[in-house]
């Protein structure tokens, strides 16, 4: 069975760095891609950041130049480093993961991806 856990939410100040973490097991291979997405209460979640297991990201326009995305295939691990975080950063920060080839690995679909983490709370103050 595919366990998706997230790590290493927390609280931050404004202009500040985080860091998540996301150990995707239960597969015997290496997930084809892995994603990030978030969600703030009464709103739609939306995506983040995705990577293929070639390393092709893609990331949403609101966090590009201050998200940085990475994994660690053998492990199935993800990563998501976050720079220059803003308030608007605030939200449950979910870990998804994909073993199908035959899906879009990108960030704007998350119907694309099966497995999902509990999700990790990020909260960015002034």
């Known amino acids: 069975q595919v366990q998706v856990v997230e790590s290493g939410g927390g609280s931050v100040q404004a202009g500040g760095s985080l860091s998540l973490a996301c150990t995707a097991s239960?597969?015997?291979?290496?997930?084809?891609?892995l994603g990030w997405f978030r969600q703030v209460p009464g709103k739609q979640r939306e995506g983040v950041a995705a990577?293929?297991?070639?390393?092709?990201?893609t990331y949403a326009d609101s966090v590009k130049g201050r998200f940085t995305v990475s994994r660690d295939t053998v492990a199935n691990t993800l990563y998501l480093q976050m720079n220059s975080l803003k308030s608007e950063d605030s939200a449950t920060y979910y870990c998804?993961?994909?073993?199908?080839?035959?899906?879009?690995?990108?960030?704007?679909?998350?119907?694309?991806?099966?497995?999902w983490g509990q999700g990790t709370q990020v909260t960015v103050f002034s």
């Open positions: 998804a993961a994909e073993s199908s080839y035959s899906r879009l690995c990108v960030s704007s679909r998350e119907d694309q991806f099966t497995h």
């Open positions: 990577i293929t297991l070639g390393g092709t990201t």
């Open positions: 239960g597969y015997t291979a290496s997930f084809y891609c």
